[in-house]
T-cell receptor, first 113, second 114 residues
Framework: AQSVTQPDIHITVSEGASLELRCNYS??????LFWYVQSPGQGLQLLLK??????LVQGIKGFEAEFKRSQSSFNLRKPSVHWSDAAEYFC???????????FGAGTQVVVTP | DAGVIQSPRHEVTEMGQEVTLRCKPI?????LFWYRQTMMRGLELLIY????????DSGMPEDRFSAKMPNASFSTLKIQPSEPRDSAVYFC????????????FGEGSRLTVL
């Protein structure tokens, strides 16, 4: 069965510093991979996705993620965080485009001045 | 284009009452998902539909929960009778199956059962 692991429950980062959020998936083949962001009281918004091609994908709000098959990872990065990036971030995987999306537990990001 | 629309946004009810949550997916999307989010359990998939047919309801907690999708533009999630442990945010999401699998989420319905 597929699963998604986000090892970090909570990360605190200073405004302007770089951010990296970890995500590992377990699935035999290469799944579809996603990063979503959830601001307080809001639904989930897609930041970026990967399903084939270039392993470095660019998303909205200055985020990028790199798919590494050898490490079964899909880590999210941003070179310089803004206070508005404070939110919860979810990694998710899908074995096929018509299957069910499996979410990780989420990483809460706090941005300090 | 309108996104996924959920109603009500907030619901406060008393234990034992029936609760109905509603969802209108994005036009043209043929898969619909119901998720529940709590602090303790995170995001849990309750049920999903493809072309109005329930495909996987293994996440539905118990018989008190039921979901229907009478047509492509409407779905309901019903809890009867409700219990305090059902308090959560319930999200509906839709997608066009066969594309890249991206789900589009509604803003959620926050349910509080007293």
């Amino acid at each position: 069965a597929q699963s998604v692991t986000q090892p970090d429950i909570h990360i605190t980062v200073s405004e302007g510093a770089s951010l990296e959020l970890r995500c590992n998936y377990s699935y035999g083949a290469t799944p579809y991979l996603f990063w979503y962001v959830q601001s307080p009281g809001q639904g989930l918004q897609l930041l970026l996705k990967y399903f084939s091609g270039d392993t470095l994908v660019q998303g909205i709000k200055g985020f990028e993620a790199e798919f590494k098959r050898s490490q079964s990872s899909f880590n999210l990065r941003k070179p310089s965080v803004h206070w508005s990036d404070a939110a919860e971030y979810f990694c998710a995987s899908l074995p096929t485009s018509w299957g069910k999306l499996q979410f990780g537990a989420g990483t809460q990001v706090v941005v300090t001045p | 284009d309108a996104g996924v629309i959920q109603s009500p946004r907030h619901e406060v009810t008393e234990m034992g009452q029936e609760v109905t949550l509603r969802c209108k997916p994005i036009s043209g999307h043929n898969s619909l998902f119901w998720y529940r989010q709590t602090m303790m359990r995170g995001l849990e998939l309750l049920i999903y539909f493809n072309n109005n047919v329930p495909i996987d309801d293994s996440g539905m907690p118990e018989d008190r929960f039921s979901a229907k999708m009478p047509n492509a533009s409407f779905s309901t999630l019903k809890i009867q009778p409700s219990e305090p442990r059902d308090s959560a945010v319930y999200f509906c999401a839709s997608r066009r199956a066969g594309e890249s699998g991206e789900l589009f989420f509604g803003e959620g319905s926050r349910l509080t059962v007293l």
